[in-house]
């Protein structure tokens, strides 16, 4: 039922900005919770950020406060990934994913966008 799609990647310079958009099919997306993921080469995915339905309540790893900003959109269906001062070890894919109300874990995913930060 949940479709997430992510955009807004690429590759840039240390230092430089990214904003990550996730667009969600579906009438109901102001009922869910969202929140971003990463995954590096070789590494497991963590998590980066989140925000509950209402938009209240962010949530981050403690290694993008203060650089990284997590918003939604309800009217859009959109949530987003707002990332300043990007570092070579923010390399990852992205991924957007989703909780529905009835479930305890993000479990709907998007297909992920690479983000590649190079120096």
């Known amino acids: 039922q949940v479709q997430l799609v992510e955009s807004g990647g690429g590759l840039v310079q240390a230092g430089d900005s990214l904003r990550l958009s996730c667009a969600a099919s579906g009438r109901t997306f102001g009922l869910y919770d969202m929140g971003w993921f990463r995954q590096a080469l070789g590494k497991e995915r963590e998590f980066v950020a989140s925000?509950?339905?209402?938009?209240?309540?962010?949530l981050y790893q403690d290694s993008v406060k203060g650089r990284f900003t997590i918003s939604r959109d309800n009217a859009k269906n959109t949530v987003f990934l707002q990332m300043n001062s990007l570092q070579p070890e923010d390399t990852a894919v992205y991924f957007c994913?989703?909780?529905?109300?009835?479930?305890?874990?993000?479990?709907?995913w998007g297909q992920g966008t690479q983000v590649t930060v190079s120096s």
């Open positions: 925000i509950i339905w209402s938009g209240g309540s962010p």
């Open positions: 994913a989703a909780r529905t109300v009835v479930d305890d874990q993000f479990n709907y």
